[in-house]
């Protein structure tokens, strides 16, 4: 079934065509690694889905629900409770800098004011927990590494209870010693089911936890496919290059 759909998706920033005009699904419990060189719009993409972009044609689904369609959006209400299915994680973890890890969690679910406080503290033990964290609940991000931040900034989008988690190159700003952490992390979500979109130059990650790989060139999407058959057997000349330069 699928839980995202995209379809004819356009986007301009002033003369420069990012997007141009892309389609593609995902289907719950997928895990699609976004694959590409710098600049051919995979953080748009992504960014669109969200809305932290406004796209100038096309149409998003989420859950069959209509985001935008043929570039029109739906009424702010519903574009809100839409991408609020969807979490996101971002390339510079964005944590507050001024809150505790604790307090980075429950910020989000708070202003929402849908369930107790008791309820949302319960939630982040557990999620604090899961990420291996429970002893630096009262720290500040300043006073740990990137790696835990990258968890921290996780497990606060899960605190969210989002059908779907889009990352952004979640480990492009750690050095080489702390992505293992965070991509174990991602590994243990794929293993619960988790739907994910997953914008990332590890190639080790993408073979081994993608059931899909999406390669984008130029605003364009060039090729996907299955990563043993994409990787193994690339059709096009893009791709090949593509992957010789990055699969090590
Ligand atoms: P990627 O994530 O694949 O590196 P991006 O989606 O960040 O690519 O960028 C795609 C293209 O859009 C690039 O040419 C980039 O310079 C341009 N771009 C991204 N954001 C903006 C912006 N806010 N204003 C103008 N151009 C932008
Ligand atoms: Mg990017």
Known sequence: MAIIEVSNLQKSYDKLEVLKKISFDVNKNDVVAVIGPSGSG???MLRSLVHLEEI???TISVSGETLV???VY???QEVKQITSKMGMVFQHFNLFPHLTVKENLELAPR???KESFADIQARSAELLEKIGLSD???AYPGKISGGQKQRVAIARALMMNPEILLF???TSALDPELTGEVLQVMKNLAEEQMTMIVVTHEMGFAKEVANRVIFMDNGEIIESGHPTELFANPRLDRTKAFLKRNLK
């Open 168 to 170: 952004d190159e979640p």
């Open 69 to 71: 369609r043929a570039g």
């Open 111 to 113: 202003m929402v004011k």
């Open 74 to 76: 739906s009424k702010p």
């Open 136 to 138: 630096r609940a009262a």
């Open 56 to 58: 100038n044609g096309g």
């Open 42 to 44: 995979k953080s748009t």
